[in-house]
């Protein structure tokens, strides 16, 4: 079945800590996503990558970091920076990059010890 | 900027029809979409519809586009309990080349 991965579904993360979030898609798409998506609000995007080794910052990129080594793969890392990390996190991916339909992962909830 | 507004809350009894209402600004959408989110899930796809059409049905799903008024609707037809869930308006940026989401609105479904 092809689809996108998204683990752990669950992650906790102690305060100064960096931690990464995993994204796998085998549909074969160009384009990869992270959206954070915060209780009754809609999804603000935090970077997107068109094409491997090449990635873009979102509306709200600052704490984040990521990487497209692959195409396959696009972690997110939520590093320290980030001072509120607490929310749930959906992957995206897009056959190209141009508003096509998005196809999701079933999302990491990130909270805080 | 581009902006995509929803109203929040919608709740109605099984059986009756659902209409949830979405407004945008960006006037070179190509594209709107709607996505349905369960409880701890991901967005899924439920329908879209192409810019220069009025309306696409869906077996129990009616997308109804209003261009000049830059209005977009879903009718869910003899909701059911499992229609229960949040429904996201986006649309698709020609400006931005990205998809725009609204908050979503929540739809309740009594017994």
């Known amino acids: 079945d092809g689809g996108i991965t998204q683990s752990p579904k669950y992650l906790f993360r102690k305060e100064g800590q960096n931690v990464t979030l995993s994204c796998e898609q085998n549909l074969n798409h160009d384009a990869m996503y992270w959206y954070r998506q915060d209780p009754g609000q809609g999804l603000r995007l935090i970077y997107y990558s068109q094409i491997v080794n090449d990635f873009q910052k979102g509306d709200i990129a600052e704490g984040y970091s990521v990487s497209r080594e692959k195409k396959e793969s696009f972690p997110l890392t939520v590093t320290s920076a980030q001072k509120n990390p607490t929310a749930f996190y959906l992957c995206?991916?897009?056959?190209?990059?141009?508003?096509?339909?998005?196809?999701f992962g079933s999302g990491t909830q990130l909270s805080v010890l | 900027g581009e902006d995509v507004e929803q109203s929040l809350f919608l709740s109605v009894r099984e059986g009756d029809s659902s209409v949830i209402n979405c407004t945008y600004t960006d006037s070179s959408s190509t594209y709107l979409y709607w996505y349905k989110q369960e409880p701890g899930a991901g967005l899924q796809l439920l329908t879209y519809i192409f810019s220069n059409m009025d309306m696409k049905q869906d077996q129990r799903l009616t997308v109804l586009l209003n261009k000049k008024d830059k209005h977009l609707s879903l009718r869910i037809a003899d909701t059911q309990t499992g229609d229960s869930a949040i429904y996201f308006c986006a649309e698709g940026s020609s400006n931005t080349g990205k998809l725009i989401f609204g908050q979503g609105t929540t739809l309740q479904v009594k017994p």
């Open positions: 995206a991916s897009s056959k190209r990059s141009t508003n096509e339909k998005l196809f």
